[in-house]
Each structure stands twice: as C-alpha cells, then as structure tokens.
C-alpha cells in the first residue's frame, strides 16, 4: 500500500552561497575527518570553486544551519565537478578527500584541532598531492581497482571518452572506450571488477579492469600525437545492454555477498540490472527524474531506491513498487542518505542553486475524525425519478454540444476585400514563367475588435503556385472597438495553375475568462476569391480539344461577353457564343455557348485545365441570374464522368512518388559509401607510415558528384511531384462537381465527398493522397454506401502506408460512381450504416455489382461509363458551326 505525506519533515536546512551551481557530483557524505564517531560529515564543491563541509548540530527540528556548523569553507578557485572520499593516500588508511577540477585532480586530508577558547575547533585542509589531466575531466569514480587490498584507485572520464587511472600518488595508464562520443556516467564494479558506463549509443557498456590494464597504452612515446589525439587499442566490451535512452546517473550496490545489483537512471526509466548485464526489473517512471540513490534492503532480494523528480517530489521504491511519496521545497540534483547525532536514515538534498536539506520522512497525526452518518432507508423511486432526471440532462448537452455556444456578437470582426483592379507597379519577383509580365492585385484585410485583445496573429493561404508579398501580421488591441487594416499583394510564382482561386484569412487570438485569465484560444477565418484575370489572359479560341465538358443549364444561354467582360475579345464582335483563355501557364481552354439550347461546353488540351474555367461559368451564372431575380436557376451534367482521364493523373502522381521513394533510397547509399570512404582515407592519413591511397581520392570525388547527382534529381522530382498534386487536386475538384451535377448532390453530400477526396494533410513521401483516399472511400463504400449487413462486415479500409499500384483506389473510385449512380445517398448519421435500397435514376443502366468487383479497373470504366468524347460526338451543341469563322 503507498503512503503519502505532504511534505518531507526538515530537521537541518541552508542555502549555499550566492548565484552559486551545482550538480550530481557535487554532494557527498562522509567522516571526511577521520574522527571515529561514525558521524557523517556533509562535503559540498560548487561550479564557482567553493569547497564546504557541514556537521549539522540543529538545536531543534528544522532549525536553519548555526555559525559551528560549517567546519570549513575554501575557495579552490577552479570549478568544482565532483567530490569522492576514500582510501586515497599510499601508506595509510585513513580518509582522505579526492576533488575533482576540469583540468586537475586533488586530493585532501581534513583533520580538526581542538580549540582552546569558546570559538570551537578547528578544522584545516592540507594538499597531499595532485594530478594536472591533460584532457578536460567529466566525471569519476574509485575503488579497490584489480582487487588491491587497504586502498582505492580513481579512475577518471574525460570529455572525449578517456578512461585515466590513477594508483594513489603515481598515474598508471589511460585507455580510450571504443566509438566515444560524449561521455556517460561512470561506476565500478567491485564484485566484477569492471567499470560500466552507459554511452552515446543509448547502451549500458561494462569493460572488465584487467582488459582495460593488459590493452595497448593510449600514451606509449612510440605513438604518434594522432594516435593519442585519436584513440588507443580497440577494446572488447565485456557485455552492453541498449536502454533506448540517455542515463543521468549509475549506481551499483551489493547488500549480501552473493550478488550485486547495477542500478541505472534514464530519463523515462530506471533499470536494475544483473552482473551480466540482464534485467532484473525496469519500471516507468511518471515524471522526469533528476537523481536517485539506491540505499538500503529491507526484505530479503528487494532494495529501496530514493528517485527525485522534476516535480519536488522525493519516491521511495521497493523494487518497482512505490512505498512513500513525499513532497521537496526544491529539485533535488542530488541525494544522499546519512548518519548525524545518532539519526539514522537522513536523507539529504542538494539542489542547482545550493539548497541543502536533511529531511526524514513522516506524516502528522490526523485529528479529524469523520462524525457518524446516521442510516436510512434508501427510496428507490426517488432514485429512478432522479436518474432519468440526469439522463435527459445529460442527453441534452450530447445533442447540444461539449463546447459552450459562442456569444451573438463576435470579439473580432475579420473583412477581406480584393481589389477591381491590377497593382500599378507588379510586385511579383522571381517569377518562374515566360515572356508574359505577371499582374499582382492587392488585397486588403480589416479588423475590428469588441474587446481588449493582445496578441493577436494574422495568417493569410493561398493555393500554390499563388505567393503572398506577406502572409503573416501581428496585432495588439489595447482599447475595444479598434480598426486596424493591413495589405498585401498576390501573385502567380511559378508556370503551372493553382488548383483554386480562393484564399483564407485566419485570425487567432486567446479570450480572457473567469476560469482562464491566460485566455482560451479562438480562431475567426474570413474567406476572399481571387479573380481568373490574376492567373488567365484573353486567348485564341480553338476548334479541337482533347478534353471536352458540356454542362446543361435550365435556364436560356447567356452572352459569353457579359458573364466574362473582361476576356471579350475586340476583334470578334459576333462571336458572342465563343470565347477563347490562356492561361499564365500557357495552356488554352475554350468556352462555348449554344445560341438554341441551354448548354455550354468548355474545351481543353489538358483535362486538369477544365476545372477553373466549369467552376467560375457556374459561378458567374449563378451570380448572373440572382441579379435577374431568377431564384430557381441549376445547372447540371449528363455525360459520362471522365474517370479514364482522372486516372492517368492519378497514375502519374503515383509514378513520381514511387521514383522519389527510389532516389531517396539510392541517395541514402551514396551517402552510407561516401563516409565509408572518408573513414578509410581519415585512417590513411592519420598513419604514420605513408602507404598508397588506392585510389580511394578518385572514388570519394565520383561518389561525391553522385550524391550531388542524386540530390539534384530528387529536389527536381520533389517540384515535379508538387507540380503533379496540384494538377490532381484540379482534377479532383472537377470529378467533385461533375458527381455533384450528375447525381444533384446536396451541399452536404458534396462536402463529404470533398472530405473524402481532398484530405486536410499535405501530400508527403510516408503518407500520400493515394492511401488517405484510399481509406476514406473504402470507409463509404462500407457504411453509407455499402448494399446489405454482409458487406459492411468486410474489411475494406486500407492500410496507411504507401500501396505497391493504384488500381485498389481506381476499383474503389469507379465503385463508388456506380454506387451513387444506382442512388446511393453520403451521409454521416447513426443510420448510416444501415443498408439502403438502390433506387435506379432514369437513364442509368444497372450493372451487376459481382461483376464489378470481379472485372479489372480498365473493363470498369470502359463499362460503366462510355468514354466522354463519343458521347460528346453523339450530343452534339447546336451552333457549334460557328466556329468556322475562328482562325487557328
């Protein structure tokens, strides 16, 4: 069972100087002095080179530390990393105390002298001796190194993985860990006699002592300066052990003869290991952790480890199971468990900016005791009145929504207003297209806010290859009713067609409340369209085109010239039925208008190219006729849907996105070859014998140009593949509008098939449109869309990884026309799921759905919808003979 106390009991406390830090390596306890009392003693260093010692003597619990309790003060000048008391000293026994600078190592004697008035004793620290390290240190440890009986060795770790071992006042040797690149945390093993530590590879390494000593001496005179610069003898790791993560701290313990345990921290986890490096147990630990101690064990094959988080918190674990919790006044960085005044079990605390605290666990008598609930009968009536009471609240606020109904009158109010006209001066720059000069036009976005808003953040989109002079504004609204205003400029960068006009103004700002005064995020859009004379200019009318739509209206045609004034061409007055667009871009499309009938048709070479110009005539039609007044206008389409052409957009996104795939894997060789050869030539050069290079200078400069080559080529492949996505995304919205036409979709029936085939996400190399839409139809085809109980049961959705062909996603797309075309209905309701019965629309053939599942993706679109240019030839536009007098 966990016991929890509020707060850790303070028995001593201080702070340590001023702006001072310290670390895990600055804390130790002690009888540094050698007084035989089996006290300990607190030795603290700092970064800022301040050496104390402290005897905690309160006079009362939680009393801060008196004058008498610091023994000693020095300031050693250099930066303090660690601080070690041991057996350090040839010829004695007694303790002595080892300091660790950057650059050297010292080792002290502490003896006390008894003073002869009222001011106490006296406490001196005497040098033994020193080593000046000729690399920068980064820990320590020390230990009866090879089994040496009345005496420790300090092994010291340097910054570039060099383990130095000093035998008291004499170095021995320095050996280097082999593949070091940042220094671990260090421990020795006494029962092992192996030093282990947990390197850059994430991994727990052990190398035994007599490996270590028997290896080739890393500072031998007959070796070269860059063979000690570099690294000494491979050394063969006794075992390793991958963590997966980065270790703070390492500590090994043995509280009985037969084993020994290797505990180490990480930064989600901490392990106990076996002498041969197996788990023991690992646990999980909640929060960061930022120091422990394994201390003592209180039941036979279990320990109790101290674990200091990030959150004040010291835990107190039995193996892996928490015992107590109890809360710090600071962040331990380190923690000790010591002896002072006959007590027993205190736990001492260091923080980074020299927070000591001794502490015991324990919780106050609780005095509160819960009176006595007086027993009565339960009335199970009340109880159902007040239950379906709950339960219609309840179903009320599901049906209602989570979130509370925004106010009537909105905190920010957003306009954006595009201008009639071009800039006088263009503003695009390095533009990507031809001879043409590039327009830009200036839109401008108001805002006006009700309330006090600070920060608030303005961010414009656009479809690419569109660009903004600015897409991002900042605001600061100190006062209610502000209006601010600011402007920016669009236009075309690159030679291809962006795959919608319209454009997006999101506003972001935080609303104080009662409950947060921070502010709760909001988000107000305002959506603006650009015109088509930013991206298209008045073109030559064309007679033949691969790619032909015609649209039917209900309503008598309109003069091309009115609906699109501003792309008349002055030349043919009495073309008014024909009208020629070229695009930026340089590709043309033709509109046509019937004089008899109620149809136009639009005409292109490029498929992609027949979305903009179908959208803006069914949009300037609508805007044409409620100006006339005409409320019951539609438009819609009787041909077939033009899935062959879809397709081959389709196929030639999916080709680059495979070649990218394969240039990226073959770049990722050439890479893995070209520092493979660089190692060998690294390795030539550092040899002191000259030997001949092979020539490895020749390759490294061919698989140099390779990986420029490659890299080259899939930045290219990158713009194409981006280039390719847009001109599917066209496409998709005209395969949308054509649906929606055919079948006379509702608005929200086109806005899930929207959702279906145009995802929110970018299309990326691990997760692209193919797959995504792939899901999301297979997700229709087996809820809304699907014919009986049994075939919802099928699996349908498909993995979210790259597919090997897209002929599943044409199967599923040509599946679903045929779906809606027997009138299946989109929709996301609870009945959704429920079977629908199939009700033929005139017109339409019936089509065995077994054949269809069985047939391939070409015999179904072959089938089921006729290739739209023969149907194109047998309902012919009257008047398209007009297009004789048209020049090429």
């Given at each position: 069972m966990v016991k929890i106390s509020g707060e850790a009991r303070d028995w001593w406390s201080?702070?340590?100087?001023?702006?001072?830090?310290?670390?895990?390596?600055?804390?130790?306890?002690?009888?540094?002095?050698?007084s035989g009392s089996g006290q300990d003693k607190i030795i603290v260093g700092s970064f800022m080179g301040y050496l104390r010692i402290f005897n905690p003597h309160p006079v009362k619990t939680g009393d801060g530390a008196q004058a008498e309790d610091l023994l000693l003060e020095v300031h050693l000048r250099d930066p303090i990393l660690q601080v070690e008391v041991g057996k350090f000293v040839s010829g004695t026994e007694m303790l002595h105390l080892a300091v660790l600078h950057s650059r050297k190592l010292c080792v002290y004697s502490v003896s006390g002298t008894l003073g002869n008035v009222e001011h106490g004793n006296q406490y001196q620290l005497k040098l033994m001796y020193e080593h000046n390290l000729q690399r920068t240190a980064f820990n320590m440890t020390y230990g009866s190194f090879g089994g040496v009986k009345g005496r420790d060795l300090i092994c010291i770790q340097s910054m570039d993985g060099m383990l130095m071992v000093f035998e008291q006042e004499s170095y021995a040797f320095g050996r280097f860990l082999p593949g070091s690149l940042l220094p671990g945390p260090l421990a020795y093993s006494s029962r092992t006699d192996s030093f282990i530590t947990v390197s850059s590879c994430r991994q727990v390494e052990s190398y035994k002592y007599q490996v270590l000593a028997f290896a080739t001496d890393a500072d031998k005179k007959q070796e070269t300066e860059q063979q000690k610069l570099g690294s000494g003898k491979r050394l063969v790791v006794d075992w390793a052990l991958n963590i997966g993560e980065q270790a703070l701290d390492i500590c090994i313990v043995s509280f009985n003869q037969s084993a020994s345990s290797v505990f180490?921290?990480?930064?989600?986890?901490?392990?106990?290991?076996?002498?041969?490096?197996?788990?023991?147990?690992?646990?999980?630990?909640?929060?960061?952790?930022?120091c422990f101690l394994p201390y003592c064990s209180v039941s036979e094959g279990t320990i109790n480890t101290l674990i200091g988080n990030h959150k004040n918190m010291l835990h107190v674990y039995q193996d892996v199971t928490l015992k107590w919790a109890t809360q710090l006044p600071?962040?331990?960085?380190?923690?000790?468990?010591?002896?002072?005044?006959?007590?027993?079990?205190?736990i001492v605390t260091l923080s980074d900016d020299g927070r000591l605290q001794c502490s015991y666990l324990g919780t106050d008598p609780s005095l509160f005791q819960a009176p006595k609930v007086e027993s009565r009968e339960l009335n199970y009536d009340e109880l159902d009145v007040e239950l379906k009471e709950l339960q219609r609240i309840i179903k009320v606020v599901k049906s209602q929504g989570i979130w509370p109904m925004p106010e009537k009158e909105d905190d920010l109010k957003v306009d954006a207003m595009v201008s009639s006209n071009f800039d006088p001066v263009s503003q695009a720059t390095d533009v990507e297209i031809g001879t043409d000069v590039v327009p830009s036009i200036t839109v401008q976005v108001t805002l006006q806010n009700r309330i006090v808003l600070p920060k608030v953040k303005l961010s414009i989109y656009v479809q690419p290859p569109l660009v903004l002079t600015c897409d991002q504004f900042t605001f600061e609204f100190l006062a209610p009713e502000m209006i601010s205003t600011v402007s920016f400029s669009v236009y075309l960068k690159k030679s291809y067609t962006p795959s919608d006009l319209e454009g997006n103004a999101v506003v972001s700002y935080s609303r104080p409340t009662d409950r947060n005064p921070d502010g709760t995020p909001r988000v107000v859009q305002c959506k603006f369209r650009l015109p088509l004379k930013l991206i298209c200019l008045p073109g030559q009318a064309s007679k033949t085109a691969n790619h032909k739509l015609t649209i039917d209206t209900n309503q008598s045609p309109v003069s091309l010239p009115s609906l699109?004034?501003?792309?008349?061409?002055?030349s043919d007055d009495d073309q008014v039925n024909v009208m020629g667009f070229r695009f930026l871009s340089g590709s043309r499309v033709t509109l046509l208008a019937s004089k008899t009938s109620q149809r136009y048709r639009i005409q292109s070479e490029q498929f992609e190219d027949l979305w903009l110009i179908t959208n803006e005539l069914i949009l300037r039609l609508q805007k044409y006729f409620e100006k006339q007044g005409i409320k019951d206008f539609a438009s819609s389409f009787s041909g077939s849907i033009p899935l062959q052409e879809y397709f081959e957009l389709i196929d030639h996104h999916f080709e680059l996105r495979i070649n990218g795939e394969k240039l990226e894997e073959l770049l990722s060789e050439r890479a893995v070859q070209f520092r493979a050869i660089q190692r060998r030539l690294l390795t030539r050069f550092k040899d002191k014998t000259p030997a001949p290079l092979q020539h490895l200078d020749v390759l490294l400069d061919g698989t140099y140009k390779q990986v420029i080559a490659l890299a080259d080529a899939v930045e290219e492949n990158q713009g194409n593949l981006f280039q390719a996505f847009t001109k599917l995304k066209s496409a998709t919205h005209l395969m949308i509008l054509l649906i929606g036409l055919w079948q006379k979709l509702s608005a929200d029936q086109i806005a899930i098939l929207e959702a279906a085939f145009l995802p929110l996400q970018e299309d990326m190399q691990e997760l692209g449109w193919e797959e995504t839409v792939d899901a999301a139809i297979s997700h229709l085809l087996k809820t809304c869309l699907s014919k009986s109980s049994k075939e919802q049961a099928l699996n349908l959705s498909s993995q979210l990884n790259i597919p090997k062909d897209t002929s599943r996603l044409k199967k599923h797309i040509t599946l679903l026309c045929d779906r809606l075309a027997k009138g299946g209905r989109l929709c996301l309701s609870n009945d959704a799921a429920a079977p629908q019965t199939m009700v033929m629309p005139g017109g339409c053939t019936p089509i065995p759905e077994s054949d269809l599942e069985e047939r391939s993706v070409e015999q179904d679109s072959t089938e089921l919808f006729t290739n739209h240019r023969h149907l194109i030839a047998e309902t012919p536009v009257p008047e398209v003979s007009s297009l004789q007098g048209v020049s090429e």
């Open positions: 201080t702070v340590l100087g001023e702006k001072e830090e310290f670390d895990q390596g600055c804390l130790c306890l002690a009888d540094v002095d050698n180490v921290l990480g930064e989600r986890n901490f392990f106990c290991l076996k002498d041969n490096g197996q788990i023991r147990f690992m646990k999980k630990l909640d929060c960061s952790p930022s600071h962040i331990p960085v380190a923690v000790r468990v010591g002896c002072f005044q006959d007590l027993k079990g205190v699109f004034p501003g792309f008349a061409n002055q």
